[in-house]
């Protein structure tokens, strides 16, 4: 088995705190995370639940914290549950966001590929949201 992984970044010209709160906040998944949340995210016996492109799913996430650590699990609705990290990383009066993309083992190279590209695309909404506040 293959255990491929890619760090996908951004540099956004905001605060990492003020980025940190933002995307911590599931609330604001579906206006910046559409390859997660494409519609209102509901908190549901102490999960978050969405429906995402890949059916409903429940989003654990990592406590607050001071280290912009936005770690999160996501079950799918196969029951399965794949682990992502994310961090904001302060970098002067910006930051970087980081999210580290993991090739489960069932993966096809090409679903892989568009897992990528999807959080490349998050990650860029992510910062259009956070420059333009």
Aim: proline share 5%.
């Amino acid at each position: 088995m293959t255990r491929d992984s890619r760090h996908i970044s951004v540099t956004i010209e905001r605060p990492a705190a003020d980025v940190y709160t933002y995307a911590a906040d599931p609330s604001n998944l579906p206006q910046w995370a559409a390859g997660l949340a494409n519609s209102a995210v509901e908190f549901d016996d102490g999960e978050w639940v969405a429906e995402s492109p890949m059916g409903r799913v429940r989003v654990s996430f990592a406590r607050r914290n001071d280290f912009g650590v936005l770690d999160h699990t996501v079950t799918l609705p196969s029951g399965e549950s794949v682990f992502n990290p994310l961090r904001v990383i302060s970098y002067g009066d910006s930051c970087e966001v980081v999210f580290t993309v993991r090739r489960r083992p069932s993966m096809t190279e090409a679903e892989f590929d568009s897992d990528a590209d999807a959080v490349s695309r998050d990650l860029a909404s992510l910062k259009r949201r956070c420059e333009a506040h």
